[in-house]
């Protein structure tokens, strides 16, 4: 059933809302008790039924799959965090290190990291591969993620019928959510053809109309007519774009007039020195991490947004008091007790060598994140909200 969101309250990180809606969590919870009900009535043959997955059925999907890895995947994976210790704005050694086609060599590595990576990720409570604002202390990672998917849906406008782009779709996890939420009709893209076969079997094994595109976002033009979309969402992609105002200007060709945009993305903050070797090494950590390739700033964003022809509506850390490390923390514990028992049955020859390379490199640094984002250096829940000029 097609439920509307206008009627949502807006995620509690701006001060003037003060503390979580109860009603929102209400619903959180009645969409687990719906699950549940749906899950029994099919007498357990569809674990996977919902927006917001069973995550057993989706653990063990990934499971096989990273089982059944060939060698040359695995040393793709590792040789593409190469990336990460370079930056987008630094044109000279992104050349010496990658060559002059380094955009494309970006591409390549790109594709082999989000290959395994998305399939690591589904391992623990991260099913949409990124982790939210912290928007309630009564919610985990899933149900922050549906808080603030929500909160998107009412911010850009969508309803039945609107469609809306999704940059970096991911395994189409957020367009299945907000389609059956709002009725709108999703449009996704991403550079992983992995990834966007398994946000078109998810969405259709669901009945939704949602369409997924395979295309580097740095490639453009953008392959859609102009004033195709009523409304654009990205999350925590942009630092993967190696010109920003020329996407921008794309996005304002791709949708209407009038339409609004939401970004939530990884900025450095005011607090970061890059010439304090604290922070240098900290920034050099995370960034591999949480597959940061260029490091925007708030300034950044909202300059290139202007340049493109927006008007910023809102621009903000949409957490709780600015912080992540709560949820930050959660999925770091979670993983690195994964980690303990994955390396045990490595030990004793149950599973298959590379699971120790893949989940020491996964666990590598979490708490470098969190230390990052509690000295208030960087975060990955900067929101702007953005509109087209009407015409």
Known sequence: MTQTLLDTPRHPGRSERGSE?????????QEKQNALVTTLGHHGKDLDNSASPKRWKSFWTAFRHLAHLTPKQVDDFMASYVIYNLDWSDEKQMTESLGPNYQEKVGD?????????????????????????????????????????????QDIGLGTGKKVLDLGCGRGRVAAHMAQHTGAQVTGLNIDPNQIEQAKTFNQERGLQNTFVTQDFNDLPLPFADESFDAFYQIQAMSLCKDLPALFREIFR????????SLL?????????????EHAELMR?????????GTPTQ?????????AGFEVVRSENASLDGLQAPLIDTVDIYFRTLRQAILALVKVHVLPR??????????????????????????TSYSIIAQKPKA
């Open 299 to 307: 300034e950044s964003l909202e300059a290139a947004l202007k340049v």
């Open 354 to 379: 590379h699971f120790k390379t893949l989940i020491n490199r996964l666990c590598l640094d979490g708490q470098a994140f969190v230390k990052m984002d509690r000295m208030r250096l960087a975060t």
């Open 265 to 277: 993305d990884w900025v450095s903050l005011p607090d970061y020195d890059a010439s304090n070797p």
């Open 254 to 261: 791709v949708v209407k007039p009038g339409s609004k945009i």
């Open 109 to 153: 590595c790109l594709k082999s990291y989000y290959g395994v990576l998305n399939h690591l990720c589904a391992l623990g409570d991260v099913e949409k591969m990124y982790i939210p604002p912290w928007m309630s202390p009564k919610c985990n990672v899933l149900e922050n993620q549906i808080l603030y998917e929500r909160s998107i849906a």
């Open 285 to 293: 950590r995370v960034k591999p991490l949480i597959g940061a390739v």
């Open 21 to 29: 809606s109860d009603s929102s969590l209400d619903e959180i919870a």
